[in-house]
């Protein structure tokens, strides 16, 4: 008899099902018990077949004996279980529920082995090196965010803590909410999630990798990429650079209605900013080596983030409008919070694509993506003007292709004198893509410079020019060059004298970032 097994479990329980116990095998359903403890619980069901046929057991009430004594010796620590007799045709069921534990890891011990199991998809799994630890924090009631971090609070600077709440909140950040923050313990120690939102954040992996690449994919061969730009420091600065960086890479275009004019991005600034945000609220930094990447193509964005997801199932087999807030680095997620950055509750996945069926009437939509595994989360977001582009393009094709026959009809003469010039271009062509190359090159250098010295007069007003060309690595001329041309630009300002005066930014574009998201 084949039947419905969410009929006796539920939608939302995960399960396994075995066809009968495996008594002198008990590894091959106890590591499911392991993996269900470990991670949000589940169901194990005795008596069905793989092609979920009810084959039913000889002897449920020995059965049942077998299966408690096997968690009992082979388990350490012990689960939280229930068993219940099922019966269906005349064939007899046991249902094994097992509760989430709270005292992870929840090992296996038997064959000369101690390992614990983690729930990855379907299936149970050994847990690695990283998931054991996360397991370890989970079992004594702490994450990585709220663990005392290895350096001195003392040593640490929080100006960009500072400036954003000010421009958020409207009042200044006092001291006493260090401790009320969770930026540090109550003994006094920096925490983790101190450290990050910490001005020069130490915590290396915590680094963004951003890059816009030439064409539809990373070896295309349309030549290298067009911009590339690593950020580090507070995630909250982070989170300001990767924006700005995806909005200095994109466009925008508008499209006339009835009786007004829309916008219409290449990326919806707020899903971009919800993207980028929960890539750092809820990435796994024990993941050492390994760092958010922000990838720009011609008709998409793709985030990586380390760490999938926290309960082990995969975001490509659920619902992403129905998926509960689950929160890796709460220390991390109520600061974003707090300043107004995100909201604490909801699924950031949600708000993702509730931005972009604003657009949702335009040729060509196509929804956000997401994807995971065991330890990476994916999210790929499309370019709505790419997209439209080339649809309305192919809706207007008849037209267009009757149009270009015409004028083919009429090119002939006017090809051969393309013949021609193009056969005395050769020249000039070299001498315009070296040239060209030369301004791209000076143009990427010239806008790395600058977000450089935004950061470091962010930090402090009062640097000076040696200072700055020791962080950029170059002469103390070149540094004078950059000022000069911002100075004209009237992207910065310095007040006061020479000697003890202060660099203030005028750029709107990078002051006005929190005001405008």
Not at 128 to 149: C, E, H, M, P, Y
Not at 507 to 514: I, N, P, S, W
Request: hydrophobic fraction near 35%; aromatic fraction near 10%; include cysteine.
């Amino acid at each position: 008899m084949k039947f419905d097994i969410h009929t006796l479990i539920g939608e939302a329980t995960a399960y396994d099902k075995k066809q009968q116990i495996e008594a002198k095998r008990p590894k091959s359903w106890l590591k499911s018990v392991s993996a269900f403890a470990n991670g949000e619980g589940g169901t194990l069901i005795f008596g069905i077949s793989d092609d979920d046929q009810v084959v039913g057991l000889e002897n449920a009430e020995l059965d049942s004996e077998l299966i408690s004594e096997a968690i009992k010796t082979k388990l350490d620590p012990i689960p939280s279980i229930k068993l219940e007799f099922q019966e269906f045709d005349g064939r007899k069921l046991i249902l094994l529920y097992v509760a989430p534990g709270d005292e992870t890891p929840y090992y296996y011990i038997g064959d000369k082995q101690r390992v614990a199991f983690v729930r990855i998809g379907n299936e149970s799994v050994v847990a690695d090196r990283i998931q054991l630890r996360n397991l370890v924090l989970k079992g004594t009631g702490k994450n990585f965010d709220s663990l005392a971090a290895p350096y001195r609070f003392e040593d640490m600077s929080f100006s960009k803590l500072k400036s954003v709440h000010f421009k958020r909140l409207g009042r200044s950040f006092e001291d006493s909410e260090f401790t009320s923050w969770g930026i540090i313990d109550i003994q006094g120690k920096l925490t983790n999630a101190g450290a990050l939102i910490a001005d020069d954040s130490p915590i290396r992996q915590s680094r963004i990798f951003c890059t816009r690449w030439n064409g539809l994919d990373m070896t295309s061969g349309l030549g290298e990429a067009l911009d590339d730009a690593e950020f580090e420091g507070s995630v909250i600065g982070q989170l300001q650079d990767a924006v700005a960086f995806v909005r200095n890479n994109s466009h925008k275009k508008w499209w006339k209605e009835a009786t007004y004019r829309e916008e219409l991005p290449d990326y919806p600034e707020r899903a971009v900013t919800e993207v980028i945000s929960n890539a750092i609220i809820h990435r796994n930094y024990l993941e050492l080596g390994s760092e958010i990447h922000i990838d720009m193509y011609d008709n998409r964005m793709e985030v990586y983030s380390p760490g999938g997801m926290i309960d082990g199932r995969l975001i490509q087999h659920l619902d992403p409008m129905n998926v509960p807030s689950k929160r890796r680095n709460p220390l991390l997620a109520d600061f974003f919070n707090r300043l107004e950055l995100m909201e604490r509750r909801g699924s950031g996945m949600k708000k993702i694509v509730n931005e972009y069926r604003h657009f949702e009437k335009y040729m060509g939509y196509k929804e956000p993506e997401f994807k995971s595994n065991s330890g990476e989360f994916h999210v790929i977001l499309w370019n709505l003007n790419y997209i439209s582009n080339a649809n309305k393009e192919f809706a207007n094709s008849e037209k267009q292709f009757a149009n270009e026959t015409k004028e083919f009809a009429n090119s002939e003469k006017q090809f051969a004198n393309d013949i021609k010039e193009f056969a005395n271009s050769e020249k000039q062509f070299a001498n315009d893509i070296k040239e060209t190359a030369k301004v791209v090159k000076q143009r990427k250098e010239f806008v790395k410079a600058k977000r450089a010295i935004y950061k470091l007069i962010s930090s402090n007003p009062k640097t000076t020019t040696v200072q700055m060309a020791e962080k950029l690595n170059v002469s103390t001329r070149q540094v004078q060059k950059y000022l000069k041309r911002l100075t004209d630009q009237n992207l910065i300002v310095k007040e006061g004298n020479r000697i003890n005066g202060s660099w203030k930014i005028l750029d709107e574009e990078y002051t006005g970032f929190f005001g405008r998201i």
